[in-house]
């Protein structure tokens, strides 16, 4: 009965708005009545997750040509997991208002920070100056009931997923320490350049949807990542990576951890960011390059990101925050939307996702960029968007990465129907302007496609976790088994 009521009310606000001068109103509450939390009954006990894993299952494929070698560089740690709530009570940390540092110098900043993100349910990275005072807290972490240590970095993490698949051979190179290697999986190769006699650790601060802290509340699961690493954050073994890549002749090179420059200041990571884009300039021009980004707040680092390091990869993997922070830096579409609000709205990213690769891709045949390859994630959804004529078994790519996403948030290896919940827009609008579409999303074919220019679009929903029981690196392992169900045209070299 409310639902009816809801929509009702709803579609009068829309009426009333609409002749009030207010046209573009009513689009929004129509996308609002398309969610699936207004589904008919008949389709609320798990109909449509199941209808959607099964698809996943019967339609998820590997290419005809497949990776036999990848290159993984260059952040690696040991990452140490704890409730951020809780250790945050553990140091004497009261709560108090959320305010966000772009680099942490005290436990104060720590809060502030943690508390600004905890309220918005958004994962964000920092770097931590203080060296002392953060292996104080390190200590109280390791020392903390239930803490865990895991394999961090974006590079490892995803050599771990690849190292899933037992015919692929990976390259690992970052600073590993003693425990690092101890954890690494046995069929990654560390080269021995890259080894070293202390691990770098990272702080995990976890929160759970609906965790309370004071006045603040979590609107759903995510965490809050810092640490003082100044191997990681000067890249130090990035010109290592790239010698070794002679001799090891990877077919594809995945690239993470510039976004650690960030905390060294702007007078080191300048110089250091042209010493590093000479040395991905080295990489052979045949193989493809993915660059996985992650948290900055430095809106003149992303921009020399966007201007040197985006046009000389081929491949670009990140979230709904680094998406409009990119567009922020850029003053493109949709740069004056603080945050997202929400699940964020398919047409508004649709619209960043074609405007950062007309303006640093190759949708220009004449263009020298080699970007034509973007793999964006959010909780409820993942966009690949590809330039025409370079990639293939996209479709199988996305719903591949959204698969991951729904199992191991879980603890698990496969989907488990009972455990996850669909979130994404269920009708939605391609863009934010004209010429636009409104597409609706079938369970049975859990794939939306469509073009703009010489782009194309391929969108599936997560079957969001309930309960997740791990959110580090589900951006890594998203993007990692994007890449092994894709396929390079090799028509069209780098």
Not at 400 to 427: F, I, M, N, W, Y
């Given at each position: 009965m409310w639902r009816k009521a809801s929509a009702a009310l709803l579609l009068a606000l829309a009426v009333g708005y609409f002749y009030g001068g207010r046209p573009e109103l009513p689009e929004q509450i129509l996308q609002y009545i398309g969610l699936p939390n207004l589904q008919t009954p008949s389709q609320s006990n798990q109909d449509l997750e199941r209808a959607i894993s099964a698809a996943w299952e019967a339609l998820i494929a590997l290419p005809s040509r497949q990776w036999t070698k990848v290159a993984v560089g260059v952040n690696a740690c040991v990452d140490v997991v704890v409730s951020g709530v809780g250790l945050l009570q553990a140091l004497a940390v009261d709560p108090g208002a959320g305010r966000d540092h772009e680099v942490l110098h005290s436990k104060d900043d720590l809060r502030e920070t943690f508390i600004h993100y905890m309220e918005r349910g958004a994962a964000a990275e920092r770097f931590f100056s203080d060296k002392e005072v953060f292996q104080r807290i390190a200590r109280a972490a390791a020392e903390y009931p239930g803490a865990k240590l895991y394999v961090g970095g974006n590079a490892a993490l995803i050599g771990q997923k690849f190292a899933t698949y037992p015919d692929l051979m990976v390259l690992l190179c970052g600073p590993v320490g003693p425990k690092l290697h101890e954890m690494l999986d046995e069929q990654i190769v560390v080269p021995p350049e890259s080894l070293q006699e202390t691990d770098e650790f990272h702080l995990i601060l976890e929160y759970k949807a609906g965790e309370q802290w004071g006045s603040t509340q979590a609107p759903q699961a995510n965490r809050f990542i810092f640490s003082h690493d100044v191997s990681n954050g000067e890249m130090s073994s990035l010109e290592t990576f790239v010698a070794s890549l002679e001799e090891f002749q990877p077919e594809l090179v995945v690239l993470s951890g510039f976004h650690m420059m960030e905390g060294q200041g702007r007078?080191?990571?300048?110089?250091?960011?042209?010493?590093?884009?000479?040395?991905?300039?080295?990489?052979?021009?045949?193989?493809?390059?993915?660059?996985?980004?992650?948290?900055?707040?430095?809106?003149?680092?992303?921009?020399?990101?966007?201007?040197?390091?985006?046009?000389?990869?081929?491949?670009?993997?990140?979230?709904?925050?680094?998406?409009?922070?990119?567009?922020?830096?850029?003053?493109?579409?949709?740069?004056?939307?603080?945050?997202?609000?929400?699940?964020?709205?398919?047409?508004?990213?649709?619209?960043?996702?074609?405007?950062?690769?007309?303006?640093?891709?190759?949708?220009?045949?004449?263009?020298?960029?080699?970007?034509?390859?973007?793999?964006?994630?959010?909780?409820?959804?993942?966009?690949?968007?590809?330039?025409?004529?370079?990639?293939?078994?996209?479709?199988?790519?996305?719903?591949?990465?959204?698969?991951?996403?729904?199992?191991?948030?879980?603890?698990?290896?496969?989907?488990?129907?009972?455990?996850?919940?669909?979130?994404?827009?269920?009708?939605?609008?391609?863009?934010?302007?004209?010429?636009?579409?409104?597409?609706?999303?079938?369970?049975?074919?859990?794939?939306?496609?469509?073009?703009?220019?010489?782009?194309?679009?391929?969108?599936?929903?997560?079957?969001?976790?309930?309960?997740?029981?791990?959110?580090?690196?589900?951006g890594d392992a998203i993007s990692a088994e994007g890449l092994v169900y894709s396929e390079l045209m090799r028509q069209h070299p780098f």
């Open positions: 007078e080191l990571w300048g110089q250091r960011l042209k010493e590093a884009v000479a040395a991905v300039a080295d990489i052979p021009k045949g193989i493809p390059i993915h660059l996985e980004l992650a948290s900055m707040t430095d809106k003149d680092f992303m921009s020399r990101i966007m201007q040197e390091v985006l046009p000389i990869v081929s491949s670009i993997g990140l979230n709904e925050q680094e998406l409009l922070f990119l567009s922020q830096a850029g003053d493109g579409p949709h740069a004056t939307l603080p945050v997202w609000k929400g699940v964020p709205d398919v047409g508004r990213v649709g619209d960043i996702l074609s405007w950062v690769l007309e303006r640093h891709g190759r949708t220009d045949p004449s263009s020298e960029s080699d970007l034509t390859r973007i793999h964006f994630h959010t909780l409820a959804y993942h966009i690949l968007a590809t330039v025409d004529g370079y990639w293939g078994n996209q479709a199988a790519a996305v719903m591949a990465g959204a698969r991951v996403a729904s199992s191991q948030a879980c603890g698990l290896r496969t989907v488990d129907v009972s455990k996850v919940e669909l979130k994404a827009p269920l009708e939605f609008l391609t863009s934010h302007f004209e010429p636009r579409e409104r597409l609706s999303l079938k369970p049975e074919e859990p794939v939306a496609v469509w073009r703009r220019g010489n782009v194309t679009f391929h969108l599936t929903p997560v079957l969001v976790c309930k309960r997740p029981l791990r959110t580090v690196g589900l």
